[in-house]
């Protein structure tokens, strides 16, 4: 599979109602710090209930 962004192969994918998409290691980092920045990731940890 190759990244939605790049013409790199694929790190990982994610799948959504059949849907998938790859991402590189390094735009899936980026995508990562973006949710970061955002208070994504935190939101995601406390509905999971998720300590350090």
Known sequence: MQCHYCEEDAAMAVE????????CEDHFRERLEELSESGFLEEVREDLDIDR
């Not at 959504?16 to 991402?23: A, C, P």
């Open 16 to 23: 959504k109602d059949g849907i998938k998409v790859g991402l």
